[in-house]
């Protein structure tokens, strides 16, 4: 083999291996780390911290969603939405809950704790596991799903956007008057983008705007478990 030839099959073997290193990453499935708190809550901040020590935690997909129902305090908090809101509502009956508190922690849409103290997150994160769902990647504006079995027929596909990272947010009233609270990963839109049955499915992606990172889920309808993710 002539030395050009040989480099030549050299860069091809090295592309053919970054490409199958990248799929192999991106097929990776991930534990779903859901952080539902509030600005206005006097005892979510330690929840907040403790989502920030795993957010960058290889294979978890920690996401903040802030919720609406202690507004009333005084203080609206600033990234609450009913549909946040709702999201932790739907959460509740197959969790053995009467109704939504704060902070609560939900692992892989089947397991919870309040997450306030120390080694709680990362102890449920060990005993959930990792999503065991169906393949599913994230790829050229589009979200590709795998085929595999689907509890009950059918499951929801969420889109979900975040701005990846810490943010910090001064309150100026209500029960955390005066402080400044970090935030990790907070979610600033959820949308249902369809069903999926089992087959193998092509569903478009959006582009993102404001600089916002883009993760999907593949869940089981009624707060059920999530059986799949993956974010870009």
């Known amino acids: 083999m002539s030395q050009a030839r040989r480099s030549k099959f050299i860069a091809l073997s090295g592309a053919l291996a970054l490409a199958a290193t990248l799929g ?3 097929a990776q499935p991930l534990t779903v780390v ?9 005892s979510c901040p330690p929840a907040n911290a403790n989502l ?10 920690a ?8 507004d009333y305090l005084g203080w609206k908090d600033t990234f609450g939405k009913p549909e946040f809101t709702q ?16 902070p609560q922690v939900v692992v892989n849409g089947h397991a919870d704790v309040v997450g306030a103290a120390p080694g709680e997150i990362e102890h449920l994160i060990t005993a ?17 799903i795998g085929a595999g079995p689907a509890p009950g027929g059918k499951a929801d596909v969420w889109l979900v956007r975040y701005a990846r990272g810490v943010v910090q947010v001064p309150v100026a009233r209500g029960e955390n008057t ?9 979610v600033h839109a959820l949308q249902k983008v369809g069903s999926w049955t089992g087959d193998a499915a092509t569903y478009a992606l959006p582009a ?5 990172s883009t993760a999907v889920l593949v869940q089981s309808p009624g707060g059920g478990p999530i059986l799949a993710a993956a974010t870009n």
Request: some cysteine; glycine content about 16%.
């Open 87 to 102: 999201r932790q509502v739907s959460y509740e009956p197959p969790l053995g809950h009467d109704g939504p508190f704060t």
């Open 63 to 70: 996401l903040s969603f802030n919720v609406t129902y202690w």
């Open 178 to 186: 005066g402080r400044t609270l970090p935030h990790a990963n907070v």
């Open 52 to 61: 920030i020590k795993v957010k960058d935690q290889p294979g978890v997909l």
């Open 24 to 26: 192999a990453a991106q």
């Open 34 to 42: 859901e952080l539902f708190t509030s600005q206005g809550c006097s």
């Open 208 to 212: 993102a705007s404001g600089g916002l």
């Open 128 to 144: 959930a596991g990792k999503t065991g769902g169906p393949s599913l990647s994230l790829d050229g504006g589009k979200v590709v």
